[in-house]
């Protein structure tokens, strides 16, 4: 590499946000087949430059586009959550509930914080995939995690036919 492209690579580090999907995509083949892959600097500004790029195309319905960027970050960092959390969020959009579960999961063995959330989101997968006691199952986690999360509660009320609370 010249210290021309150096210095260019360092520019378009720091503005990743305002690249077009493509100058992003082209950096990041060139970190992937970089002979310094391991540059963690380098690896974070394109894993946030996904997970923002991603977060646009799913603002727009654009569901196939969100989920190849949360892959693209997934793979330079496979323990970020908010990958798997926004791209089984994005599967679900898609009524790909298997694959929803699959990043939820994810997202719940990664997710030190916000745990009953991600428990709520696996919950909702499973019981419009029809698995209702698995759905039952995280549901009543979420809520012992959180025993005041309303949505945990309403869905949990909903599951078993006992709507009478007031959520």
């Not at 580090?13 to 690249?19: A, G, H, N, P």
């Not at 087949?33 to 391991?38: A, I, T, V």
């Amino acid at each position: 590499m010249t210290k021309k492209n150096n210095k260019s690579d360092r520019k378009h580090i720091s503005e990743l946000t305002r690249l077009t999907d493509k100058e992003v995509d082209y950096l990041y083949q060139r970190f992937v087949k970089s002979s310094k892959p391991k540059d963690l600097r380098i690896r974070k500004a394109l894993v946030n430059a996904f997970i923002t790029r991603g977060g646009y195309n799913h603002e727009k319905k654009e569901y196939n586009a969100a989920i190849s960027k949360w892959t693209k970050a997934i793979k330079l960092d496979p323990n970020c959550v908010d990958a798997y959390c926004n791209r089984g969020n994005a599967y679900y959009n898609k009524k790909d509930y298997a694959k929803a579960i699959i990043d939820h999961t994810k997202e719940i063995e990664l997710n030190p914080t916000d745990i009953d959330m991600a428990y709520l989101r696996r919950g909702v997968d499973y019981w419009l995939k029809g698995d209702l006691n698995l759905a039952l199952t995280d549901f009543t986690k979420a809520l012992e995690i959180k025993p005041d999360n309303k949505m945990a509660q309403k869905c949990l009320s909903k599951l078993t036919g006992n709507e009478s609370e007031s959520v």
